[in-house]
C-alpha cells in the first residue's frame, strides 16, 4: 500500500505518488473509453468526480510523460484513494479495483489507449482521397 498522508471520516486516503506508482490523470470521458481499449490491460483506476480518472502506472512515468489533455502525478503529488469497497460514488470511487499486485497499467499501452481513445487529431489525413 502507497505511503499514507491523511485519512478522512469517509475512509478515503490521501496517498502520496512517486512512491509505489505515479499516477496519470485523465478526463473522464477519454479515461473511460481507454480503460476499455485497454480491457484486461488495465491496471487499477479511480474515478475522482464526474471529470477525471487516474491511472497508476510505474514510478517514473510521471518524469516522461506528454500526452495532451492528460496531466501526470509522480514525487511531489498525491491521490485520493477510496476505501476498498467503494465502488460508487458521490467521491472517489473504485473504476477497477486493484488485484493481488495490479495496480499498474503498462505506460506505453496506456498511452495508446489515450490517444485511441482521443481519436484523429483534427486536420490529420483520414486516406489518400483516390477512389477505386
Same mark, same amino acid.
Given at each position: 500500500?502507497?505511503?499514507?498522508?491523511?485519512?478522512?471520516?469517509?475512509?478515503?486516503?490521501?496517498?502520496?505518488?512517486?512512491?509505489?506508482?505515479?499516477?496519470?490523470?485523465?478526463?473522464?470521458?477519454?479515461?473511460?473509453?481507454?480503460?476499455?481499449?485497454?480491457?484486461?490491460?488495465?491496471?487499477?483506476?479511480?474515478?475522482?468526480?464526474?471529470?477525471?480518472?487516474?491511472?497508476?502506472?510505474?514510478?517514473?512515468?510521471?518524469? &516522461?510523460?506528454?500526452?495532451?489533455?492528460?496531466?501526470?502525478? @509522480?514525487? =511531489? *503529488?498525491?491521490? $485520493?484513494? /477510496?476505501?476498498?469497497? +467503494?465502488?460508487? &460514488?458521490?467521491?472517489?470511487?473504485?473504476?477497477?479495483?486493484? @488485484?493481488? =499486485? *495490479?495496480?499498474? $497499467?503498462? /505506460?506505453?499501452?496506456? +498511452?495508446?489507449?489515450?490517444?485511441?481513445?482521443?481519436?484523429?487529431?483534427?486536420?490529420?489525413?483520414?486516406?489518400?482521397?483516390?477512389?477505386?
Amino acid at each position: 500500500m502507497p505511503t499514507s498522508r491523511l485519512q478522512s471520516a469517509a475512509g478515503w486516503t490521501l496517498y502520496d505518488a512517486g512512491h509505489d506508482w505515479d499516477a496519470i490523470r485523465v478526463p473522464r470521458s477519454v479515461g473511460l473509453a481507454a480503460m476499455a481499449i485497454l480491457g484486461t490491460r488495465c491496471g487499477a483506476v479511480v474515478e475522482e468526480s464526474v471529470s477525471a480518472v487516474y491511472f497508476f502506472t510505474l514510478v517514473g512515468t510521471a518524469s &516522461g510523460w506528454e500526452v495532451e489533455n492528460t496531466r501526470a502525478l @509522480g514525487t =511531489g *503529488s498525491a491521490v $485520493t484513494i /477510496p476505501p476498498s469497497r +467503494r465502488t460508487q &460514488g458521490p467521491g472517489p470511487h473504485w473504476r477497477m479495483c486493484p @488485484g493481488d =499486485g *495490479s495496480w499498474h $497499467t503498462d /505506460p506505453d499501452a496506456l +498511452r495508446a489507449a489515450i490517444e485511441d481513445a482521443f481519436g484523429p487529431r483534427a486536420g490529420s489525413e483520414h486516406g489518400t482521397g483516390a477512389s477505386a
